[in-house]
């Protein structure tokens, strides 16, 4: 691969093999998961183990561990300088999304964290939503991250993902684009650092946000992830997750 390919599109490929939830690139996850449209709770953190722990080449890996905390069973992640997800595979026909329910604690905002920039883009936690579409709409660039990315997984990138965030100024309700690709976008469900240690809950539309945020209804959600990043920062962060449902 020419060098300045590779400075240009290998930061992307990386979040790219991440999104696909798979640990290594000769490693493919076992296959989907299909789900009820009558079933709710999809992940307890007690499921932990049930999950794939997506490791990003050249990262340090965000510690995950289920703990007690305020007399619920929680998922905590410990980053130090480190990024990486656990990622479920699952399948659900756009007619039948609806609503995402989830709740979050952050202890703290990552200093300088900013997920508009590059080498800020990082997040105490993060809901990651990936999801199938027609790929041949995809722009020559993301044509060849997909291309590049079955070349190296068997899979392609997915259509598209949706991510729930926490930003430290953003204002609620904004729509962030990742800066590496179009194909990422963030929905800032939490800013600032009014509602820190405390358990933040969310009830969300899938099909609304997707909509807002890619300007076209959705394809299948194919995949579901949680993450929590500091590598960018250099920094540290703690969260705990609870349960997720989708109606």
Not at 60 to 74: D, E, F, G, H, K
Request: glycine letters at 4%; hydrophobic letters at 40%.
């Amino acid at each position: 691969m020419p060098q300045r390919f590779s400075r240009r599109f290998g930061l992307v490929i990386v979040m790219a093999l991440a999104l696909l939830g798979l640990q290594a690139c000769n490693h493919l996850p076992d296959k989907h998961v299909s789900l009820a449209p009558a079933e709710e709770t999809i992940w307890q953190p007690e499921d932990q183990l049930k999950w794939d722990l997506v490791k990003i080449p050249g990262k340090v890996t965000t510690q995950y561990s289920v703990v007690r905390l305020s007399n619920r069973s929680a998922l905590m992640a410990s980053a130090t300088s480190s990024a990486s997800m656990l990622r479920k595979d699952l399948r659900i026909e756009p007619a039948n999304l609806n609503r995402l329910i989830f709740s979050w604690q952050v202890q703290k905002l990552i200093e300088g964290a900013d997920m508009a920039h590059r080498d800020h883009d990082d997040s105490p936690v993060r809901l990651v939503l990936a999801f199938d579409g027609d790929r041949s709409l995809f722009s020559q660039k993301n044509a060849m991250l997909s291309e590049l990315s079955h070349a190296l997984t068997g899979r392609p990138m997915p259509y598209a993902t949706l991510m729930y965030v926490w930003s430290n100024h953003h204002s609620v309700e904004s729509v962030i684009h990742n800066p590496r690709t179009d194909r990422i976008r963030k929905i800032v469900v939490e800013s600032g650092a009014h509602r820190l240690k405390e358990w933040a809950s969310y009830e969300r539309n899938i099909r609304q946000d997707y909509e807002k945020a890619f300007g076209e209804p959705p394809g299948a959600l194919i995949g579901i992830g949680l993450m929590t990043d500091s590598d960018n920062t250099r920094s540290h962060a703690q969260a705990w997750y609870g349960p997720i449902r989708l109606q």
